[in-house]
């Protein structure tokens, strides 16, 4: 059950992008699991990928693929295998998917981008998928956002999807997103898939700055349990059906659009650890007064990724000590003379000590909220960073014991 | 319930060290939680603490006493309160505690180091504590051993101590100490508190460099949860009571005698990770060739630390990917193509692959055990480096969270 957090109905079609989905039982039968993202010539499209050093198949291929300049014509992507830790036999199986697709849209292999999430060590059911994907591409619509939001989750208890509309000089744009992810906890891992797609007419070198802009804003800054996938992958697509002159990252349309797109991602993002298994707290933690905005998110992230912080906001226990605890561990030169604690509006540390008219009652209020943010002032410059977190509750060692009542 | 751990029921004296403990209702009443140590005059004192900038009183005194080179006659030490995020309050409380303890063994404040473990945020209860003093240099002892593990222990569920005796060519020396910790987890911040004597006359320079080199190779190869205390302290103090001639860390009778002291921290060690809260299981994760031993010992706190690696060790599930996953976002850049992992003599990835042997039953098999070890070759160099953890139980957070049935 995520944290005030519903999946939306509909979501808003995407000019230049179609969307299909088809059913390859790749994990077991009975779902569409297979979905295929068609894009109109011309689509300028970027990616960012998991650092993680087990990169998976897909993942080393969308980059070769990207690192090629080749003009990209569709995705493809599977839930219930992660086709990672799979060799070389694992880049053959996603390149047979990618061809298969290729062929059905009437493409090369080379312009098609293979993504997979679902359980690692194993080898795609390629005979499957192949079958399945010209069926994928049968069922191409504008309006399959909302199946293919479906196709690609795996343990998220909701779909994650979220639009946004901007005027620009050139009219209205469009930016529609989806993203799958409930932090990487699955017990063969999850994965973060964000598909984000716009009709703006963004130049390449635009596409490629909004996308790392707005993700280093959004699936950057949150955390479930500080653990990376082999699998994560976020694209941006724009498809330029809307307006006639490229838009450039010194535009004003620019500044309109990427701000639609990081808040697409936001949205998205937030959806994740709304939806991180066993999360009964959304929590907003505020680093500001560091000297680099990257100390004021390791601080940030130190405090996130506390399993002592995440149990204490799970027990509703304001317990600003083991808060304290991580700042001072987090690495970052810390002077606790100067640091600041505030629960939402309510004073707890001023210089590294209780404020003397904070009462336990007054904190415990603010962390037995559903959503509360976690503010901390260190004092040591003008840079800030925002980090989005869960709690760490009885269910999440439940879920990922695979503990069975 | 700690993991195959016992408390020592008793613990060999060591010549030059009296030990005596009293009550001072420092948390509540009904325990003698005040311990004071006396060291001869002579011994030689080296001490560790906590990385974290939130340093307790105490710490920031017992650096200060060390840095001076002050002759050491004197530990005391609290259970119950950590004096931690207490400011200026807290050093001045510290210091009267350290006055009381010296005039009542007759030796200077500043001889005398301070150490707090317990609740923080809250001042001293300095008044009882001065008053406590002089009744625990009053039960002073030589055999005071096991009543002084026992009034330093927190949410230990055990006492912990180890002694061991090796043959110089000075004679028989003996090497016994104590500690405290059950990982950062007590709901108010829980602390590892060290104290290894020795009869071993040991020159300072010895006794800086075997307290450092057995620190490094126990207590900090050690994990619970990952969090660093505000308090965490390790002091040796060797009382040269043993011997004539003073031993360089050069000398044949070094390498025995800081070999004692290592076995003796390792031990202590061990038992603060068989004792972790909620341990079920007590894992060893040695991370072989790699280029260099921080880099071995970076990978295997990556595993240590991942939630998820814990919470399948909890549920006896063999979950290689999860592992992978953790050596992969480790930050050391690491080939998948070579890496090898067993799980004790089991080998399930050759190469970064599922080995073609492996069974799930045999993985299985190994992690229902109560010990094991996780042991992972990089395949990029002769380094290594060995971790001990625990599993992540159902019991970690309902405790962490204070849940209540």
Redesign the interface.
Known sequence: MAVAYQAPESLPAVAGVRLGVAEAAIKKPGRRDLLVIELAPGTRVAGVFT?????AAPVLLCREVLASGTAVRALVVNSGNAN????QGGLDDARAVSAAVAAAIGCEAGQVLPFSTG???QRLPVERMVAAAPKAVADLSADGWIAAMLAIMTTDTVGKGASRKVATSQGEVTVTGIAKGVG??H???ATMLGYVGTDARLSQAATEQALKTAVSRSFNCVTV??????NDSCVLFATGQVGTREIETGDADYALVAEAIEAVCRELAHAIVRDGEGATKFVTIEVSQARSEAEARQVALAVAH???VK??L??S?A????I??????SG??????KVDLWLDEVCL?R????HPDYREERGSAVVAQPEFAIRIALGSGDASATVWTCD???D???I????RT
């Open positions: 650092q993680n050093s087990f990169a990672a830790a799979t060799g359980v690692i060590g990487m906890i017990p063969n891992m349990d500080g653990d990376t996938s082999t506390s399993p002592l149990t204490a799970f027990a226990d317990n600003w000590g083991r304290v605890m991580a700042v001072g561990k970052v030169a810390v002077d606790p003379a540390l210089g590294g000590q209780p760490f509750s009885y999440y060692v439940k990922n014991a695979e503990y």
